[in-house]
Nanobody, 118 residues
Framework: QVQLVESGGGLVQAGGSLRLSCAAS????????MGWSRQAPGKEREFVAA????????DYADSVKGRFTISRDNAKNTVYLQMNDLKPEDTAVYYC???????????WGQGTQVTVSS
């Protein structure tokens, strides 16, 4: 089991930036996929971005491409989501997620609120 702990959410004006962090503890490995999903009020949870620790796979939702960047610090076992040019529609609870490659998401953080005002 992998434990995921997010931080870095908050309130920002449209056009602003935020960086989310997710610290992972437990067994990960090169084929472990970590990423971010989000859930806005009244909407279903949606995929945002993900990558494998090996670096062989990276993916973004179309709605965030060019604005969000997922990165990692291997030494700290931490994943980041840099969010630029934020829009009100980016308002959601953001969850750090993890899984073995090719499997369903199995590990979830507690979530962090991101609110973008217009």
């Amino acid at each position: 089991q992998v434990q995921l702990v997010e931080s870095g959410g908050g309130l920002v004006q449209a056009g602003g930036s935020l960086r989310l962090s997710c610290a992972a503890s437990g067994r990960t490995g090169s084929n472990y996929v970590m990423g971010w999903s989000r859930q806005a009020p009244g909407k279903e949870r949606e995929f945002v971005a993900a990558f494998t620790w090996s670096g062989g796979y990276t993916d973004y939702a179309d709605s965030v491409k060019g604005r969000f960047t997922i990165s990692r610090d291997n030494a700290k076992n931490t994943v980041y989501l840099q969010m630029n040019d934020l829009k009100p529609e980016d308002t959601a609870v953001y969850y750090c997620v993890g899984k073995s490659y090719g499997m369903r998401w199995s590990d979830w953080g507690q979530g962090t609120q991101v609110t973008v005002s217009s």
